[in-house]
């Protein structure tokens, strides 16, 4: 069964701190892995998008890794501000195309504290 | 770049009563999705057009979800009659291809409560 799972569910640090974030997937095959952030009452905003071939991506103060051996992908946001308080999600595809099924993870919940 | 555009953002109903969402996808974007996000959940996928056309519609509850894109361009999802359990945020989305991967656009969802 094609599954996203994500951990922790939910994570609080302080403003300034280091964070890393799972994501653990069985979806097979696969094409690429997807980091989404989404703020309260918005829609997901993508951060970083990675295939097969690509075992880290950065977008800023986030970098995202990837390894299609073990089907694990991590999240690392750097010098936390209060403005990374939001859901992460992960979404793995099995195709590159838009025929391809997007499979979510259910999101890590990241409060940042000042 | 004007992004994804939905409306209403907020829609409070009663059960058995109905409902309909209006997604403007980025221009050009041919291809739209609407997502059902239950709270604490990821979004579910419920139906995907490729132009007017659809491409998979697999887990949208067809008895009393339906959804068009008129033209390839606007769309409507609408639910009749509604249920408590269809209480959730509806995304809509579209996507562009960036490379080697469609990158999809998401706007900003309608949240429902059905009372």
């Known amino acids: 069964k094609n599954q996203v799972e994500q951990s922790p569910q939910s994570l609080i640090i302080l403003e300034g701190k280091n964070c890393t974030l799972q994501c653990n997937y069985t979806v097979s095959p696969f094409s690429n892995l997807r980091w989404y952030k989404q703020d309260t009452g918005r829609g997901p905003v993508s951060l970083t998008i990675m295939t097969f071939s690509e075992n880290t991506k950065s977008n800023g103060r986030y970098t995202a890794t990837l390894d299609a051996d073990t089907k694990q992908s991590s999240l690392h946001i750097t010098a936390s501000q209060l403005s990374d308080s939001a859901s992460y999600i992960c979404?793995?595809?099995?195709?590159?195309?838009?025929?391809?099924?997007?499979?979510f993870g259910r999101g890590t919940q990241l409060t940042v504290w000042p | 770049e004007a992004g994804v555009a939905q409306s209403p953002r907020y829609k409070i109903i009663e059960k058995r009563q109905s409902v309909a969402f209006w997604c403007n996808p980025i221009?050009?974007?041919?291809?739209l999705y609407w997502y059902q996000q239950i709270l604490g959940q990821g979004p579910k996928l419920l139906i995907q057009?490729?132009?007017?056309?659809?491409?998979?519609d697999s887990q949208l509850p067809k008895d009393r979800f339906s959804a068009e894109r008129l033209k390839g361009v606007d769309s409507t999802l609408k639910i009749q009659p509604a249920k408590l359990e269809d209480s959730a945020v509806y995304l809509c989305?579209?996507?562009?291809?960036?490379?080697?991967?469609?990158?999809?656009?998401f706007g900003p969802g309608t949240r429902l409560t059905v009372l």
């Open positions: 979404v793995v595809s099995d195709r590159g195309s838009t025929l391809g099924r997007l499979y």
């Open positions: 057009f490729q132009n007017n056309g659809v491409v998979d």
């Open positions: 989305a579209s996507s562009l291809i960036r490379g080697l991967v469609y990158e999809q656009f």
């Open positions: 221009s050009g974007h041919a291809t």
